[in-house]
């Protein structure tokens, strides 16, 4: 069955409890969550006018397949990602499942116990990159012969690393979680402020996940630079993981074939949806986002079932 382009839902008879910029959330019963990846994609905080094709299959799968491999290392709050069991849980909250609505829903849905997010983006880092590498390279400049180490966020790191390379152990830095606009890093002193008791048991659990999921992917040829996780407690304050998981939307997956620090990396993601929108005259980074020419938006999707295919062996 070839999956239909789904850039947003509406379930009959269910409250759709919050609109993300690709996830449609659903309320099921009183304890349960319905995650719905659309196949929206977002570049510079903008929702763009055409979907990636498949995109919200590869980011459901993707996360389900990590959350059931790394049970034993933290408890997450996925209970089915099987099309059949979450169809039945609808029909049982009296959801009329028609044929259209069941193909609707194909392969993009978790059923998930409901928690209590925590405010912060639990982000883990193995590479220099990003906003890390720039924020670095402003510390660095200049002064490559001091012996003492920069901080990065409230984290010691080394002196004259280059752009995207390893660093010698993951680091935690994370952020804020902002409902607008950009994420923002906190210092390490900060995080208990905004997590109290679980800022330990949150970095712990974040580099430790991170870790056994880099192993296993550079294994198969995918190189984790970084990630974001998100975590929750239930109602007898257990911490979870939940959200998505070390999908192409919240981690930086290289080909670890063409890895070569000292330069920015080719990436299993929508790269190529922002090299195409920087490179249209006039466009500001404001909504409405310029329409994407079909090429991006295959080469695009490519990207995600590339990486989908492998992780986990299989095509969707």
Request: with cysteine.
């Amino acid at each position: 069955m070839t999956l239909p382009i789904v850039l947003r839902t509406d379930i009959p008879g269910l409250q759709r409890v919050a609109t993300g910029k690709v996830r449609d959330v659903y309320a099921v019963g009183g304890d349960q969550v319905l995650l719905v990846a659309t196949d929206r994609v977002s570049a510079f905080d903008v929702v763009l006018n055409q979907g990636i094709p498949g995109k919200g299959a590869v980011l459901t799968q993707i996360s389900a397949f990590w959350f059931e491999r790394f049970a034993g290392l933290i408890p997450n709050h996925l209970l089915s990602a099987d099309d059949s069991a979450i169809h039945a849980a609808l029909q049982a909250s009296g959801v009329s499942m028609t044929d259209e609505l069941r193909q609707t829903l194909s392969e993009r849905c978790l059923l998930c116990r409901r928690t209590k997010p925590l405010p912060i983006e639990a982000v883990v880092r193995g590479y220099l990159s990003g906003s890390a590498w720039i924020e670095y390279a402003q510390g660095d400049q200049g002064q490559r012969d001091v012996l003492s180490p920069l901080s990065l966020w409230g984290v010691s790191l080394p002196r004259g690393l280059r752009e995207s390379d390893k660093l010698p152990q993951p680091i935690f830095t994370p952020s804020t979680k902002a409902t607008a606009g950009h994420d923002e890093p906190m210092p390490q002193s900060e995080i208990a402020n905004y997590i109290g008791e679980y800022a330990g048991p949150v970095r712990d659990a974040a580099i430790r996940v991170y870790e056994a999921a880099a192993e296993y992917a550079r294994e198969r040829g995918i190189i984790i630079a970084d990630t974001k996780f998100e975590f929750g407690v239930d109602a007898d304050g257990e911490l979870l993981l939940i959200d998505e998981a070390l999908t192409p939307d919240s981690s930086r997956f290289w080909p670890a074939d063409t890895y070569e620090p000292g330069r920015g990396q080719s990436s299993f993601d929508k790269q190529f949806v922002r090299d195409f929108l920087l490179s249209v005259p006039g466009w500001d980074k404001q909504a409405p986002a310029p329409d994407l020419p079909d090429a991006i938006v295959s080469k695009t999707a490519d990207k995600y079932q590339e990486a989908f295919r492998l992780l986990t062996g299989r095509d969707l």
